[in-house]
């Protein structure tokens, strides 16, 4: 007699996984109807990850021991849970150490703006107004604190300072971003004579927030301010100015104190200023105009410097360019490859190299250094000269009348000179001038390596001379000057510098 045959009961269907996609429907529902925002998703997920992976083993403790009761076999992870499982802590693991990172920090050091919708994508922005006003003894100075905004400051009519404040904040809701506004309150303070204006912009935490300052106080107080993310204006002040800041577009118009910048990947723009100005940093543009007093420029220029009109001593050092002179009426212009200026009145001394430098009407003693570029002197009013290059080209000019003694002398290259007074002497390798030409009061030295001299009267350059003309038809040409040929340039060298001026 044979056995009966035993059908085995069938699995029951696992609950994990339906009870899993529930619970992620839910939250992205809360996200599509604005209850929960993707930056606070985030923030959850990066520390309660955890959580997913106890709701679901709970259940499947729970089914197990529901088929163990039922006398059927329990239903294991199977190939799609374990993968669930790992795609789960991966992206939880990760998920947390992102949420332990400097994200602010990365995001100045990308040179994100924060006046767009990308530092917030996390969340809604919402914005607040204020104002702050009290009385501004005379003789006071104020300094003003916000690590993330703008500032702006001009003179008022009174003797009052006015503050109005326009604050952006990224929160999730209404009432988180009512409450970090009530946190970041901006506050003032006077101590000694000293009234600071603090933005408090950190007071919330890590919260996303922004405040511009709009101030107007006297035109005779000196400022100060400390920012590390936003633009800053000043413009009419008869006190002192001192600033601080990265990641800036910095503006000073119309001061008669002294004006002091430092600076961190920003720009600058100083113009109609009394005293004396100085620049120090890590700059991309820097502008300095109608300077009564000295200028000091001291650190690295990414871009263009441009100076004009700086009636006093000019100072400028970087990693590449050390230059300095007495004044300039005109107007000079530095970028990474080029340096050209015009009435610069010395003693002028300019070290620097794998530059092309133009300088035009230059009074005084020079005394210049460069290698891998070009120099172009033009002299309006000659003295003391000494000029030292490598790997091109040098072309002095002076005036017609001038006296001076010469020495000049180049490997790889030719001299040309529009003076009969001096003794020229060219070879295959080397060449050489000197001599004197009128009372020679000045001394002139010429070093070159790789390159020619030219050394050009005034009147020579600045008046071409005509081309001939055509011959009558029929008429043969007549004998002239032989076109001078052009003058091979060195072989060019690979150069490797550092993007500063």
């Known amino acids: 007699?044979?056995?009966?045959?035993?059908t085995p009961r069938p699995r029951r269907r696992s609950l994990a996984g339906p009870v899993v996609l529930i619970i992620m429907g839910l939250v992205f529902l809360l996200v599509t109807m604005h209850q929960l925002s993707l930056g606070r998703l985030a923030t959850l997920w990066a520390h309660y990850w955890p959580a997913l992976l106890i709701v679901w083993g709970m259940i499947k403790?729970?089914?197990y021991q529901q088929a163990q009761r039922d006398g059927v076999p329990s239903r294991g992870i199977g190939a799609g849970g374990v993968m669930l499982v790992v795609v789960v802590v991966f992206f939880g693991l990760i998920a947390t150490q992102a949420s332990k990172f400097n994200w602010a920090d990365l995001r100045?050091?990308?040179?994100?703006?924060?006046s767009g919708d990308f530092s917030n994508f996390l969340g809604e922005t919402y914005t607040f107004n204020d104002q702050l006003q009290q009385d501004f003894a005379a003789g006071s100075s104020l300094k003003v604190v916000d690590n993330h905004g703008a500032v702006s400051i001009h003179a008022s009519d009174d003797n009052k300072i006015t503050v109005v404040v326009h604050k952006r904040i990224g929160a999730d809701n209404q009432g988180d971003a009512d409450k970090y506004n009530s946190e970041t309150k901006p506050v003032l303070t006077v101590i000694s004579g000293l009234v600071t204006l603090d933005a408090r912009v950190e007071a919330a935490g890590d919260h996303s927030i922004s405040t511009d300052l709009d101030i107007s106080l006297p035109r005779k107080a000196s400022v100060?301010?400390?920012?590390?993310?936003?633009d800053v204006n000043i413009v009419s002040r008869e006190g002192a100015v001192d600033i601080s800041a990265q990641r800036a577009d910095t503006s000073v118009e119309e001061v008669t104190g002294n004006v002091k910048v430092s600076l961190e990947k920003s720009s600058a723009k100083i113009e109609q200023i009394t005293g004396d100005v100085r620049v120090e940093g890590r700059l991309s543009e820097v502008s300095l105009v109608d300077i009564k007093g000295t200028a000091h420029l001291d650190g690295e220029f990414a871009e263009s410097v441009k100076l004009a009109r700086i009636a006093k001593t000019v100072t400028f050092k970087s990693s590449r360019t050390d230059m300095e002179f007495s004044k300039i009426d005109g107007e000079l212009n530095l970028d990474s490859d080029d340096l050209h200026a015009s009435q610069i009145t010395g003693p002028l001394r300019l070290v620097t190299h794998s530059k092309d430098i133009?300088?035009?009407?230059?009074?005084?003693?020079?005394?210049?250094?460069n290698a891998n570029g070009g120099v172009e002197l033009g002299m309006s009013s000659l003295g003391n000269v000494q000029i030292d290059n490598r790997q091109a080209d040098i072309e002095l000019t002076v005036p017609d009348k001038a006296g001076f003694r010469m020495d000049a002398r180049t490997r790889d290259g030719e001299i040309q000179s529009d003076f009969g007074e001096l003794n020229v002497t060219n070879s295959d390798r080397e060449a050489s001038a000197s001599g004197s030409v009128g009372n020679a009061s000045s001394h002139?030295?010429?070093?070159?390596?790789h390159g020619g001299i030219e050394i050009r009267k005034l009147s020579a350059?600045?008046?071409p001379a005509p081309a001939p003309e055509p011959p009558e038809p029929g008429e043969p040409a007549k004998a002239g000057k032989a076109a001078k040929p052009a003058k091979a340039l060195p072989p060019p060298k690979a150069k490797v510098e550092p993007s500063e001026n």
């Open 461 to 463: 350059r600045a008046t």
């Open 224 to 230: 100060s301010i400390v920012s590390r993310r936003g």
């Open 108 to 114: 100045d050091h990308m040179d994100i703006d924060d």
């Open 358 to 369: 133009r300088l035009d009407n230059v009074a005084g003693d020079v005394r210049l250094e």
């Open 61 to 63: 403790l729970i089914e």
């Open 444 to 449: 002139v030295v010429l070093n070159n390596e």
């Open 1 to 6: 007699m044979s056995s009966p045959v035993v």
